[in-house]
């Protein structure tokens, strides 16, 4: 049966989440259609999956999902324990750690949910670290649900009182926190301010991991500005802080903003390079193939061979990324390699590639994900219908993701759509 | 010869002449290899660098030039396998993959097999296991070039016919009987055979040539989605028909439509496109009014439609509209020297796109080619021929050029045994393993269709893949 049919039968219960990753993940091609017509516009949907293949699956799935709740649940009733014993931080921290487990499970809104208890149970303490914490990792969860202004505020709020308490580790990550919200956006200056504070707050402490990863946020924010050779130097400092640490996954993120560098100078070898390298890093770190890091840099690099116009190898990377994301359940993920597939068969001049931009909304809309990759999907769609003389829905199309950019208060891509939007009717 | 080195040089360190380039990856320490590759270096002439992790690694491969990586493997062999082989897909010199296992298992090597890895080797590693190797690489080193032959003037463009097996001159001749007539052509044949360039072929040669040339690809469209790809929408006919849209039928007017891979549709879609055939109309979804259309239909598939019919899957009634001519392509391996005819051509093609005059193929990858079992017919043809065409760095395809899953099948090199022993020859346990290991790969893992092949219950055969950790 093939998956569009099975999803078919499977109704939207969050209880049911990990069925749905599970029937993701057990797809496989057919190896007939792989050679077929329809081949080259093979997607999730278009698998296969076999009943008999997820009753064999289903048992270590079921563990999981049993540890998870178990864990949930133990920390719970440690927050409740706690709470009895008259210690509200540690209540607060079991709160909060619930969150993480949640989150390290791909589960943003219920980690949401859990740090919104534990908040409510913190600012009733003294102590005010406890607050700072969790809301340090609401603002985290917050700009992972593309909920920037509301991200900004809680990491705000962090700041004033991580100063107010002395704790210059909670304001470097506060104000870290409020120049990744106007980064995400596009409010230049105000990134590159909070960033500002960020280092020079850190270079006071010498805390090399820090450090690294604010150089970091610094090289891709000067990357975005167009100041690559600030850009080079930021992600160079970032290398020096972080590879003697041997920070792997610190690592794989520089190399990966380096290998964006180096392709938007028009350096193709490096930019290849430093991708693979940034691979080697992750899998060094994680033997786990398929986190979320993986198929982001994979994605990378198929979008550098795209431009570059090596369409053979831009696809061949891009169905790894794919096979990865889908065995590994990266559905978000997904949704890119998908837009990316579309935007690559409309290069192609291949109008059947709408296909592509199909499923990426149906996995947007079957998975609850953040809004930001459903706009983003929409508005590759748009410039693909334009290209293939469908004016009415390349309009239609725009529209909609600039009203989701819009919500989303990202004034800049709300303007680079009006902009080809005024365009499309000039 | 060996430098670890924290920053790799451009290449191995004083290459020598005839010595095959090694880099050694991880295994530093009392247990590891590299102190017996070290000892070995001269002797068996390799130049041997060492690089301690994966990262450091990775900057040596995209330093240099590598015959060989031996890199040993850790827990999770089978994923640090595909980690590699991904690695080291594109290095520059194609450098070929020696995994060094702790006791591999028959899963591992099987695995290594169908990826293409040149060998795994037991840990504590032996030399003579590793010299044997060395000899294959050598012996692979020795290529001659032959020249690709002239390909007729007409196979131009990007959907040109080449072939001039007696297979193929069969589908001429049929083809140059149908194209003058407007009668509906079914063309069969396996995945990749070539279906839509024929279509193309009669749409070119017959009275529908001054309209479009349609084509809709039917497995590719989800189900939900074609019947408003086929016959357009009205706007606001369903979520998402944001405007009005003319469906594919209609802009096939006055020309031919090409429905590929028609028994990959519904029994309904099929009831609505048996309506238009019929009647030469259609009616827009959301809409009421018929349109007439008028167009030459051909449609394709890989499936075999009477048993699709005798299943309950295709309608008979459909099926005799759409047969009126049936056209049978041939599988490539049916074909003969049109093999090297295709290489030629497609080298051509893709030596002009990729800016690179590629005159010859070496008499090893031909030997190679001519044994694949090629289940996507011209279509892996052509994808094989693109890739080598853009790792090519001379004017002649080589066996490096091509892809790992091909050079793994060179003949000379017999079937490796697994555990050892018997001269070679593997066990009975192996034989069976392989051969499970070669259907699953042909089902694309799925287990219930691998059984059906093997003729056994999938849980004997789930039990077979736990023993043998496929």
Redesign the interface.
């Known amino acids: 049966m093939r998956v569009?049919?099975a999803l078919r039968l499977l109704p939207s219960l969050e209880a049911l989440m990990p069925l749905r990753g599970l029937l993701l993940s057990s797809a496989?091609?057919?190896?007939?259609?792989?050679?077929?017509?329809?081949?080259?516009?093979?997607t999730v949907?278009?698998r296969?999956v076999?009943p008999?293949?997820l009753t064999?699956r289903m048992g270590p799935v079921l563990a999981v999902v049993a540890e998870h709740i178990a864990a949930l649940y133990g920390a719970y009733v440690e927050a409740l324990e706690r709470q009895e014993r008259g210690d509200a931080p540690g209540a607060v921290t079991a709160l909060v750690g619930a969150g993480r487990l949640e989150e390290r499970v791909g589960r943003p809104t219920q980690a949401q949910a859990w740090y919104e208890v534990a908040l409510a149970l913190a600012e009733a303490l003294q102590d005010r670290r406890p607050e700072v914490e969790t809301l340090l990792a609401l603002g985290h969860v917050c700009l992972a649900l593309g909920q920037y202004a509301e991200g900004a505020r809680h990491y705000q709020r962090a700041l004033v009182l991580s100063e107010a308490e002395f704790d210059q580790a909670g304001a470097v990550d506060a104000s870290v926190g409020l120049g990744n919200a106007a980064f995400e956006r596009a409010e230049w200056s105000g990134a590159q301010a909070w960033y500002a504070r960020a280092l020079r707050l850190t270079e006071a402490n010498g805390d090399r991991l820090r450090l690294g990863r604010i150089e970091h946020r610094l090289g891709l924010l000067a990357r975005r500005q167009g100041d690559h050779a600030a850009a080079g130097d930021h992600l160079r400092r970032a290398r020096e802080c972080l590879e003697v640490l041997g920070a792997g996954r610190e690592?794989a993120c520089v190399l990966d903003a380096q290998g964006e560098l180096d392709a938007a100078l028009g350096r193709p070898g490096p930019a290849?390079?430093a991708f693979?390298?940034a691979?080697?890093?992750v899998?060094?770190d994680e033997?786990?193939?398929g986190g979320g890091l993986d198929v982001a840099i994979r994605f990378h690099l198929a979008e550098l061979l795209l431009d570059t116009g090596?369409l053979?190898?831009a696809e061949e990377e891009m169905r790894?990324a794919e096979q990865l994301a889908i065995t590994s359940n990266q559905t978000r993920g997904l949704v890119q390699i998908y837009t990316l597939l579309g935007t690559l068969r409309g290069r192609q001049g291949d109008e059947?590639g709408f296909?592509f931009f199909?499923?990426a909304i149906?996995l947007c809309r079957a998975l609850d994900g953040p809004p930001v990759d459903e706009a983003r999907v929409y508005h590759a769609y748009g410039l693909f219908r334009q290209s293939y003389g469908?004016p009415?829905?390349a309009?239609?199309?725009l529209e909609r993701a600039r009203e989701i950019f819009r919500s989303l208060g990202v004034d800049a891509e709300v303007e680079r759509v009006e902009a080809e939007l005024h365009a499309l009717s000039a | 010869m060996t430098r670890p080195t924290q920053d790799p040089p451009a290449g191995p360190a004083r290459p020598s002449k005839d010595a095959v380039r090694v880099l050694a990856v991880g295994g530093e320490g009392g247990a590891g290899p590299l102190q017996s590759l070290r000892q070995w270096a001269a002797d068996l002439k390799i130049d041997l660098e060492w690089a301690a992790d994966l990262p450091r690694a990775t900057r040596f491969l995209a330093g240099g030039r590598w015959d060989l990586v031996l890199a040993a493997l850790g827990e999770r062999s089978d994923e640090e396998l595909t980690w590699w082989v991904d690695a080291l897909r594109g290095a520059p010199g194609s450098p070929r993959l020696i995994a060094l296992a702790d006791r591999p298992s028959m899963g591992l090597a099987l695995r290594a097999e169908k990826l293409g890895v040149l060998d795994v080797l037991a840990l504590p590693l032996e030399r003579e296991a590793l010299a044997n190797v060395l000899g294959r690489v050598r012996s692979a080193a020795t290529e001659v070039a032959l020249p690709l032959p002239p390909v007729e003037a007409e196979a131009q463009g990007h959907y040109a016919l080449v072939g001039q097996s007696p297979a193929m001159l069969e589908v001429y001749k049929l083809m140059a009987r149908v194209a003058h007539s407007t009668a509906t052509v079914l063309i069969q044949g396996e995945s990749g055979t070539g279906k839509e360039v024929v279509a193309r072929t009669i749409h070119q040669h017959g009275p529908a040539a001054v309209g479009p040339f349609v084509a809709v690809n039917c497995a590719a469209i989800p189900e939900n989605l074609l019947e408003s790809e086929l016959f357009g929408h009205e706007k606001g006919a369903f979520t998402g028909a944001v405007a009005r849209k003319i469906g594919r039928f209609e802009q096939a007017g006055g020309g031919t439509l090409f429905l590929d891979e028609i028994a990959d549709m519904s029994l309904a879609l099929q009831a609505k496109i048996l309506r238009a055939v019929q009647e030469r109309e259609i009616e827009r979804v959301g809409g009421g009014e018929s349109i007439p259309v008028t167009v030459r239909l051909i449609a394709a598939t890989n499936r075999d439609l009477q048993e699709a019919i005798a299943q309950g899957r295709f309608r008979e009634d459909l099926y005799y509209r759409l047969a009126v001519v049936t056209i049978q392509l041939p599988r490539l391996a049916d074909r003969g020297e049109d093999l090297l005819l295709l290489v030629a051509y497609f080298a051509r093609q893709f030596g002009e796109r990729y800016g690179k005059r590629i005159e010859g193929l070496s008499d090893r990858a031909l030997e190679l080619l001519r044994n694949h079992q090629w289940v996507g017919n011209v279509r892996e043809l052509r994808n094989v021929i693109e890739r080598a065409a853009i790792v090519s760095t001379d004017a002649t395809l080589r066996t490096e050029h091509l892809p790992d899953e091909l050079r793994a099948e060179e003949p000379g090199v017999p079937e490796r045994a697994i555990r050892g022993g018997g001269g070679g020859l593997p066990t009975l346990a192996e034989a069976e393993a392989r051969h499970i290991a070669r259907v699953l790969a042909h089902t694309g893992g799925q287990i219930g269709a691998a059984a059906d092949v093997l003729g056994i219950h999938r849980n004997t055969l789930t039990r077979k893949m736990k023993e043998y950790g496929l």
Not at chain 1, 29 to 42: K, Q
Request: aromatic share 8%.
């Open positions: 569009e049919q496989r091609p057919d190896e007939r259609v792989r050679w077929g017509s329809g081949g080259p516009y093979l949907g278009k296969e076999e008999g293949e064999r690592m290849a390079g693979r390298e691979l080697a890093w899998r060094r033997p786990d193939p090596r053979l190898e790894r059947t296909v199909e499923q149906a469908g009415d829905e309009r239609a199309y």
